[in-house]
């Protein structure tokens, strides 16, 4: 009876270990999350229509100044108007260095005439050497003397140095002025260059030699030519931009420093610039940006470069080539390296 009770137990036993087994939990499917994406395309109009707001500026800008103190009796030039080297700009009251030159001339003469006479002493043996080096010292120190005065009188005329156009007028007739004191700035403007300020976010995607399209608004909208041929190394502390600068010939002089144009950055800057939906950028706590793509049906995350906004979204500068598959919907329900369905 006992034996029987034990085999019983056991089959019974055994019977529950087999469903135990046969029952066993079997592993968790991993979660597939849908998302909506978009392929990267190149789009080279974000690269050939950059626009920018210029500054016209005069190749180079020379101050006028007087060497000597003086009355100024009269300015021969007004601001804006074209001069050629040579031109009368202004002049001083030449009455004093007149008097000074005459002076001055009137002692070379005569230590000249001491010379000549000490020196027919000198040559027959009648004169001391003492004598003769000290007459020759005097004839030099009056010849300095007059040169001093004479470049002195020359100096009262102010011209100009080169071909330009005279700028901000500093002074009027009737003014003392002292020496360097500005009288007026001298633009070299038969080139011309065109500034404009560019974003620290764009700079790396310029490089000279980038042509350029300049339209100018006070010249009716005419159009100009041109390649870029300075980029600025510091950006302004403010602004957080960089100077580029585009030359232009002006043999017309047309273009004049100060006007304001319309820039157009054309070519292949920034042929790797791509367009993406706003809401496909993400921001990290740190404040760098990225976007999810989808790689062999897994999200992955991808550092990203924008540039500027326009009405089809934001400009990716660096970052993704075209083809990549870029999430944007369902940004939030995914993480790096979850399987993803498009759908």
């Known amino acids: ?56 500026e005069e190749e180079s800008a020379t101050a006028l100044s007087f060497p000597v103190q003086g009355t100024v009796s009269s300015v021969s030039v007004g601001e804006g108007e074209r001069v050629t080297a040579g031109t009368l700009v202004a002049q001083l009251d030449r009455r004093n260095l007149q008097s000074v030159h005459n002076g001055a001339k009137a002692s070379l003469e005569q230590a000249e005439d001491a010379m000549q006479r000490l020196q027919q002493l000198y040559d027959n043996g009648s004169l001391p050497e003492i004598q003769y080096v000290e007459a020759q010292t005097k004839l030099e120190q009056a010849r300095a003397m007059e040169e001093v005065a004479r470049k002195n009188l020359d100096d009262a005329r102010l011209t100009a140095p080169f071909s330009g156009v005279i700028g901000r007028q500093s002074v009027e007739a009737g003014e003392n002025v002292l020496p360097g004191q500005t009288v007026c700035m001298l633009l070299k403007t038969d080139r011309v260059k065109v500034k404009i300020p560019v974003p620290e976010n764009e700079i790396a995607t310029i490089a000279p030699g980038c042509p350029a399209r300049i339209t100018v608004a006070a010249l009716n909208d005419r159009e100009y030519r041109g390649e870029v041929a300075e980029k600025g190394a510091s950006a302004n502390p403010v602004s957080h931009t ?3 600068r585009i030359p232009l010939s002006n043999s017309d002089g047309r273009l004049m420093p100060g006007m304001v144009c319309r820039v157009t950055l054309q070519g292949d800057t920034t042929a790797q610039a791509v367009v993406l939906p706003n809401r496909a950028v993400q921001v990290t706590g740190r404040g760098e940006r990225f976007v999810w793509c989808v790689q062999q049906g897994r999200a992955v995350r991808v550092p990203v470069t924008v540039g500027k906004l326009t009405r089809d979204g934001v400009v990716i500068t660096r970052g993704l080539t075209p083809g990549d598959r870029v999430v944007t919907d369902g940004t ?4 790096d390296g979850m399987k993803v369905e498009v759908l």
């Open 1 to 56: 009876m006992n034996n029987q009770r034990i085999a019983l137990w056991l089959m019974t036993a055994g019977i529950l270990l087999g469903t135990g087994c046969s029952q066993a939990p079997q592993r968790q499917q991993e979660r597939t999350v849908g998302v909506r994406t978009v392929t990267v395309a190149e789009d080279r109009t974000v690269g050939s229509g950059r626009d920018y707001v210029g500054l016209i």
């Open 242 to 244: 960089y100077e580029v």
């Open 332 to 335: 939030q329900k995914i993480s």
